[in-house]
C-alpha cells in the first residue's frame, strides 16, 4: 500500500509538470482553492520565470520564515518546478548553495530549466526521496519545504534524514498541512485524498513529538489558514540539537 501510494504522488506532481504550460494547468493541491499555490508568495515570486509559478503546488511560504541569510546552504525537500530554490538562492547570494531534492523527473527537468530562465548559478536539483536524502551528514544550514511532508508514506524516516543532514544548530523553517489532534486518521481521510495533501497529514502532537524524537528542540507549529474542517497549513520551525544523530 506504501508503495502504491508514493506511485500515486509521483504520477499526480509528474502530470501537474507536464501541464505547467497549458491552460488546464492546476497544482496537485487544488481542490481547495486559495488554501495552495503561489498565490500565497509575495510580490517577490512574481518578478520568477512563469513556470515556476505555475507549478507551485504548497500551501504556504516556507522562505518567509527561514530566514535565510547570506552565504548558507539550504535544502528544499520536494523542489517540484523550483520556486522556493529560486527564491531561496536570491537570499544565499553567490557564497551561498540551495539544492532542490524531487522525485518526479518531469518535475526536475521543469526546475532545471525554471533555473537556467532565472539565471542562478547558486542552485542544484537531486533526483531521490525525502526518505533517504542524498546528501552528506551535517552538510545543511536550512532546511525549507513547502506542503511535501504530509506526502510521505514514511514520516520518521523524513525526519530522522532531516536530522542527518543539518549541521548542529541548523534549523528548519517549513509549510505543510497538519490535523487538529481531536482528528482520528480515517477523519482526516474523510476530509480529503492523500495525493490532495490532507489525508496523510499528522496532527500537531504528533509532529511535534515526531521532530523532538529524533534530537530536534525549539519546535513549533503554527497554524495559519484552514485548508478543510480541523485541517490547517501550518509553518513548522525547530532547531537541530548539538548532539550527534545516527545515519537512519
Not at 518546478?81 to 524531487?102: C, E, K, N, Q, T
Not at 523527473?105 to 533526483?127: I, K, Q, S, W
Amino acid at each position: 500500500m506504501t508503495d502504491q501510494l508514493t506511485e500515486l504522488v509521483r504520477e499526480r506532481y509528474a502530470s501537474a509538470a507536464l501541464s505547467v504550460l497549458t491552460p488546464e494547468a492546476a497544482p496537485c493541491c487544488a481542490d481547495e482553492g486559495e488554501a495552495f499555490g503561489a498565490g500565497l508568495y509575495d510580490a517577490d515570486a512574481d518578478t520568477l520565470p512563469e513556470a515556476a509559478r505555475l507549478a507551485s503546488l504548497g500551501c504556504g511560504n516556507p522562505i518567509a520564515v527561514a530566514e535565510l541569510h547570506e552565504g548558507e546552504r539550504v535544502l528544499d525537500l520536494g523542489s517540484g518546478g523550483g520556486i522556493d530554490v529560486l527564491l531561496s538562492a536570491r537570499r544565499v547570494g553567490p557564497s551561498g548553495r540551495v539544492f532542490g531534492l524531487d522525485m518526479t523527473d518531469e518535475m526536475l527537468a521543469l526546475a532545471v530549466r525554471n533555473a537556467a530562465e532565472e539565471g542562478a548559478t547558486n542552485v542544484e536539483f537531486l533526483r531521490g526521496r525525502i526518505e533517504a536524502i542524498p546528501l552528506p551528514a551535517a552538510n545543511i544550514d536550512v532546511i525549507i519545504s513547502n506542503c511535501v511532508i504530509n506526502l510521505s508514506v514514511d514520516k520518521p524516516a523524513v525526519f530522522a534524514e532531516m536530522a542527518r543532514v543539518l549541521r548542529p544548530g541548523g534549523r528548519i523553517g517549513i509549510s505543510d498541512v497538519v490535523a487538529d489532534d481531536d482528528l482520528a486518521p480515517a477523519q482526516r481521510a474523510e476530509r480529503g485524498s492523500y495525493v490532495g495533501c490532507i489525508a496523510g497529514a499528522l496532527s500537531f502532537a504528533e509532529y511535534r513529538a515526531g521532530l523532538e524524537g529524533v534530537g530536534f528542540r525549539d519546535v513549533t507549529v503554527t497554524p495559519t489558514h484552514a485548508v478543510a474542517d480541523g485541517m490547517w497549513s501550518a509553518i513548522v520551525r525547530a532547531v537541530r540539537t548539538d548532539a550527534p544523530v545516527a545515519s537512519s
